[in-house]
């Protein structure tokens, strides 16, 4: 080991302080404002100038964007102002103001917005419904395939048309396939090869058998012989008519004059009489000819329903005069639930292809009403029979094409249609299925305000076909939504109660009580809201009808989170605890307990000493933290643990301080298992001993010494049981900090032993999110962080000079660091500054109340004389590693090194003495003698170094600058 002779350098910290501040200068706030434009001179060169020209100069303002924004230059500005320098509007003499605002709300009214909820939002909702079990059939004439030869004398033009229509008539006489016994997922795979059978005919030009397929399939609307699956069947055949609407729309669309000056094929893109050329106009003749000739009443009208935009080629008003007419052929159905699918199919493309023309929407919702009566006709009721299907089964096939109409009817309504609806609803006795409809199309506002007249109405239903309680469910959803008059709310939820109490099917009970939870939430207090959980309870606890019914409970609780944010409110309900106790299922279970939490902690503001809100919220934490086992996965432990946090957070007992540290101790023992939660326990104790010594500092001092101490001991004992190795050196560190603070010496010397004895223990490498990271870098951080506690704490009595500093540097030397590391020649390195520090006669920094060895030892020789001696065996063995680098042929790691030394000594060894100047001349040069050295800092570094030499006294520093060279690495 090379021979060292260390003397540290004497700080005056106070002076440094003030040499280090920034210099005052006044200001004129006239003249400079920080968010003042800054202003450019520019001076342009006569150097190329035209003669005569003069120079001149310009002020530019820097683009500041806080500064731009004052001025009014953001997005919204910008285009006001753009906005108010463009031209006003002019109007031509053939318009007028009348006709301008009437084309805009024609526009308008032309328009679906994205309020109105689409068939396609519908469609998977149905075929999950509506399925079957029973054996399903289908039966196709698809024509002949074969050709026919051409007549001799015959022109190709009319040969092919005669060809064609030989094919129409094929269409009924030849080729039957007919598939039996077939399930419900047989029957939709054949469908679905139906629907790419016809995209292929299309692609391959066989528009013939595209339309024998389309034909084919709308003739299997008429079939009722599974009515159960009628909606979905539905379902499934119009997906293939909309596929073929669209083809054939495209194709005509493609033929007309200029389609590239159309921005897509749109029916409001163009008009018949401009942008349609004759070829187009034939070829859609065409198809509706071929339509006219189908033969059957169902098919004919489905298909020429699904071409209903293709009137648009004809005449502007084509699809205004067809809609009354293939209205008025669906009264020729004599089946009434293929009659409502094919009316909600004709509203649906009504909707798509104009919107605005409303009376045929109303015709048909007026049609639909003297349909009714069909219902309980013979032919239906022996169909029923036969197929073994109740009527109120039988109704709820009905729900979605009446639902969908009457969402058509409603939409953008006037409130007088609802009047009108509810009259027409009475003349024919208050059918139930069409009031259930009316409830869910129109405005919940409409609803709310006549929810009275609802529930008279509903009274007089008859409740054989459909069950009063899904009335009263359906407007609670509109109440949910809107509010009724205040007058009439208590008795709005005493009628409906009455009813949904009596629902003996535990299933159909809930399904309605969810409903109306929400209502009673908004509109009342906490008594009733415990009514109605008592009511739940009653109703769902025999036979453990709770379990098939977790979905529906756990929307009674996110409902009454919504509207209870007071938790002293919502724990004094007798039955919400009862009711958390139904969710029996673990996952369920705790998930519940979770959104508890969630909202407490998003809304709770004031800490808390409730013991209500405790006790109930210490329950659901427990809940949360026993469904933790070996399986559970770290990302659900940490969500947990941070919801449980949230919680402790939130407890105070005010200046209670023995009832917080008990809390925490019950605490410690509930959530054992979740790791986060005993660290910030241990957090929570350590900020209370700290509250408690600044609360109670100059009173009952013993007192308070017992509680801190109490609070060492809690953490003491807490801290090994935390598997995680750094989060113990950190704890064993705060809580050794904390205890000094407080002016437990002992405490404080215990902790910061139990660290230096864990440190053996630091493995190599650690898991950080699944991946394993080396643990140098966050021992050597530790280490750092220890040394500089170290500067306050005194010496044990009994230990010795520096005998913290000499059992962590022991430990330093005894460590398996990584091969090929220099790590603990930096933690050498980084204790010289401590002992540095630890020499000079005033600390840094010291804590109040504690003699560190400032103090004990008052700058005596012999504990400087310890230092120095100590400083001079680190330097010895970093120079000793820096010698075997050099031998290694490391010769970067020691560039680096050996200026980390130089650093070092520079700010805190006394250059003064020749040897260590000496010995900072030689470590810069080796740190610059294979241009490794980072040259920006090498500059930098010197700079300062000359700017100190010019300091009076440091004749030294100038002695050394001279000796300091850089090498360029060329």
């Not at 060292?4 to 706030?29: D, I, M």
């Not at 006239?30 to 190329?48: E, F, I, M, N």
């Not at 034939?282 to 489905?302: Q, V």
Request: aromatic letters at 8%; proline letters at 4%; charged letters at 20%.
């Amino acid at each position: 080991m090379a021979a060292v002779q260390w003397h540290s350098r004497s700080r005056r910290y106070e002076a440094e302080l003030q040499s280090c501040g920034l210099e005052v200068a006044p200001v004129e706030f006239g003249d400079y404002h920080p968010l003042k434009s800054v202003t450019v001179t520019d001076s342009k060169s006569l150097r190329g100038a035209r003669k005569g020209s003069t120079s001149s100069s310009s002020n530019s303002v820097a683009p500041d964007p806080l500064s731009s924004m004052l001025d009014g230059t953001d997005p919204l500005s910008m285009f006001a102002s753009a906005s108010a320098s463009e031209p006003p509007l002019t109007l031509s003499h053939s318009s007028s103001t009348g006709d301008l605002g009437r084309g805009k709300r024609m526009e308008m009214e032309d328009e679906v917005g994205v309020n109105f909820e689409p068939w396609s939002s519908k469609r998977g909702e149905i075929l999950a419904r509506f399925t079957t079990t029973e054996k399903l059939s289908i039966n196709l004439f698809m024509g002949s395939d074969k050709g026919k030869a051409p007549s001799p004398g015959s022109s190709a033009v009319s040969e092919k048309v005669r060809t064609r229509l030989e094919e129409l008539d094929d269409l009924e006489e030849d080729s039957q396939r007919e598939l039996l016994n077939l399930s419900q997922q047989d029957y939709v795979n054949y469908i679905e090869k139906l629907n790419k059978s016809l995209k292929e005919a299309w692609a391959s030009d066989q528009k013939v058998k595209a339309l024998k397929i389309v034909i084919q399939c709308s003739k299997l609307l008429s079939d009722t012989a599974v009515i159960q699956f009628y909606p979905s069947k539905f379902v499934l055949i119009t997906d293939i008519l909309d596929i073929f609407g669209q083809l054939v729309y495209e194709r005509i669309w493609s033929m007309c004059s200029d389609p590239r000056s159309l921005p897509d094929p749109s029916p409001d893109s163009f008009t018949a009489d401009v942008n349609v050329n004759d070829t187009a106009k034939k070829t859609c003749l065409n198809w509706f000819f071929k339509i006219a000739s189908i033969r059957e009443l169902i098919p004919r009208l489905y298909v020429e329903v699904a071409l209903l935009k293709c009137n648009r080629f004809l005449t502007k008003c084509g699809i205004q005069e067809t809609l009354p007419r293939l209205t008025a052929m669906i009264r020729g159905i004599g089946d009434p639930l293929v009659a409502v699918y094919a009316r909600a199919y004709l509203c649906r493309i009504g909707m798509e292809v104009a919107p605005h023309l409303k009376d045929c929407l109303n015709k048909n919702v007026f049609d639909l009403l003297g349909m009714f009566r069909q219902i309980h006709g013979d032919s239906v009721q022996n169909q029923l029979v036969l197929q073994r299907v109740e009527i109120p089964v039988y109704l709820t096939l009905y729900s979605p094409a009446i639902h969908w109409i009457l969402q058509c009817v409603s939409y953008r309504a006037p409130e007088p249609l609802l009047t009108e609806m509810m009259e027409r609803c009475k003349k024919i006795g208050n059918n139930a299925l069409l009031l259930n409809s009316v409830m869910w199309a129109f405005r919940a506002e409409f609803i709310a305000t006549r929810a009275t007249d609802f529930i008279g109405m509903i009274k007089d239903c008859d409740e054989a076909g459909f069950p009063k309680h899904l009335l009263f469910g359906s407007l609670g959803r509109s109440l949910a939504c809107a509010d009724p008059p205040e007058a009439e709310r208590l008795p709005i939820l005493n009628e409906a109660w009455k009813v949904i109490t009596k629902v003996h099917s535990p299933q159909d009970y809930i399904n309605c009580a969810e409903i109306w939870v929400e209502f009673t939430c908004r509109h009342f207090t906490k008594r009733e809201v415990n009514t109605v959980l008592s009511d739940i309870i009653k109703h769902m606890t025999p036979d453990r009808a709770f379990e098939d019914a977790y979905a529906q409970l756990q929307s009674v609780i996110r409902k009454i989170l919504i509207y209870f944010h007071d938790f002293s409110v919502l724990f004094s309900m007798e039955r919400f605890l009862p009711f958390v106790d139904m969710f029996q299922k673990d996952s369920v279970r705790v998930e519940v307990c979770r959104s508890i939490m969630d909202v407490f902690i998003k809304h709770q503001q004031e800490h808390t000493r409730d013991p209500v809100i405790l006790n109930a919220l210490l329950h659901i934490c427990k809940t949360m933290h026993d469904s933790v086992n070996a399986l559970t996965l770290e990302d659900e432990k940490r969500s947990l643990a941070l919801l449980i946090n949230g919680f402790i957070c939130m407890v105070s007992f005010g200046r209670d301080f023995e009832q917080q540290l008990s809390f925490c101790v019950e605490a410690r023992a509930t959530f054992c298992n979740l790791e986060p939660v005993l660290v910030q326990l241990i957090h929570t104790v350590n900020l209370l001993a700290m509250e408690t010594n600044r609360v109670m500092r100059g009173s009952h001092s013993h007192k308070t010494a017992a509680f801190v101490r109490a609070c060492a001991a809690y953490s003491f004992i807490t801290i090994p049981s935390l598997s995680s190795i750094f989060s113990r050196l950190n704890l064993y560190l705060l809580s050794g900090q904390v205890a000094l603070a407080n002016q437990c010496l002992f405490q404080a010397d215990a902790f910061l032993k139990a660290a230096v004895s864990v440190l053996p223990e630091v493995p190599r490498s650690i898991c950080i999110e699944g991946k394993l990271r080396s643990s140098e870098g966050f021992l050597l951080d530790f280490i750092n962080n220890f040394l500089s506690a170290l500067l306050v704490v005194p010496d044990h009595p009994e230990a010795g000079v520096l005998y913290l500093v000499r059992g962590l540097l022991n430990m330093v030397q005894d460590y398996t660091w990584e091969e090929n590391s220099d790590a603990k020649f930096h933690v050498y390195i980084s204790a010289l500054p401590l002992l540095a520090a630890m020499s000079q006669e005033t600390y840094l920094y010291s804590i109040p109340k504690v003699d560190s060895n400032e103090t004990l030892y008052g700058g005596d020789p012999k504990f400087v004389a310890e230092i120095n001696k100590l400083c001079e065996t680190l330097i010895g063995h970093v120079l000793d590693h820096l010698k075997s680098l050099g031998r290694d042929e490391s010769v970067r790691r020691q560039g680096s090194l050996a200026f980390t030394l130089f650093g070092c000594i520079l700010a805190h060894g006394e250059l003064r003495n020749n040897k260590l100047n000496q010995l900072s001349v030689n470590l810069w040069n080796l740190s610059h003698k294979h241009s490794y050295c980072d040259t920006r800092t090498s500059v930098q570094t010197l700079e300062s170094i000359k700017h100190q030499a010019q300091q009076p006294g440091m004749a030294h520093i100038s002695d050394m600058v001279q000796r300091l060279t850089l090498q360029s690495r060329t």
